[in-house]
């Protein structure tokens, strides 16, 4: 059993005296993982760190084996935002929460393509919280979560939203809400993709996508915690 294909790093543990377990999303088998010959050693493990992208031949002796994968850097992402905390840590939630969401070896095209897109940009360019709110909305929907922010789901309008219910995940316009306003979760313009993507908004718009993160996706999952690496972008953000 063999094949190739092109994925980020998400994970990377010592296996033995010098060989590592690694964790990859790839474009065409999902989230992989595999043992790297030689991987804790001198030479590799500079370059398995989180972000990295990869170009990788996997083999194994049946399919359900772990297997072994043979390593080809292409791009280091996390030298890039070492000088950025904030991009760092985004850095860091995005592939902690594959890591922690994906299901092994299903492959999700579209997301995968997000992504690279979320993660090419937090070395380059400004507008990535706004990505970043975008990418978490796409995770939700590929894994069976979405959550639909085109009208509001008790009038039916398509302006003036601003909340969106915990209950179906849809939008709520101010006029929707009325009295029951207090019981439904934000809808920052960030979380729609507009603005500048300020801090503030950004946070806002996480604590919405948190919620669902972690009470529908997480429960799906035997309940267990959000990856931490996720709660420590929202906390920068919310002191920005």
């Not at 929707?176 to 934000?186: F, M, N, S």
Request: proline share 6%; glycine share 10%.
């Amino acid at each position: 059993m063999d094949w190739r294909d092109q994925g980020v790093l998400l994970t990377s543990r010592k296996h033995g005296e010098h060989a590592a377990i690694i964790q990859l999303f790839t474009a065409e088998h999902g989230r992989h993982a595999g043992v790297v010959r030689g991987g804790s050693g001198r030479r590799m493990a500079p370059v398995l760190q989180p972000g990295a992208q990869l170009d990788v031949t996997w083999r194994a002796r049946l399919d359900e084996h772990l297997g072994a994968f043979t390593v080809e850097p292409l791009q280091a992402r996390a030298a890039a935002v070492m000088g950025d905390r904030l991009a760092l840590a985004g850095l860091n939630a995005v592939v902690s929460l594959l890591s922690f969401a994906l299901p092994e070896r299903a492959p999700y095209p579209h997301l995968y393509a997000r992504t690279m897109t979320l993660l090419d940009l937090l070395a380059t360019s400004e507008a990535w919280p706004l990505a970043y709110m975008r990418w978490e909305l796409t995770l939700l929907d590929e894994i069976g979560f979405g959550l639909d922010l085109s009208r509001c789901t008790v009038t039916g309008a398509l302006d003036d939203l601003a909340y969106v219910s915990p209950k179906t995940g849809r939008a709520v316009s101010v006029a929707g809400a009325g009295e029951w306003a207090d019981r439904l979760l934000p809808l920052p313009p960030a979380l729609m993709g507009h603005g500048q993507g300020d801090p503030a908004g950004v946070a806002k718009g996480m604590e919405t996508t948190g919620y669902f993160l972690t009470h529908r996706l997480a429960q799906s999952l035997g309940d267990r915690p959000l990856p931490a690496a996720r709660q420590r972008l929202h906390d920068l953000f919310a002191r920005r």
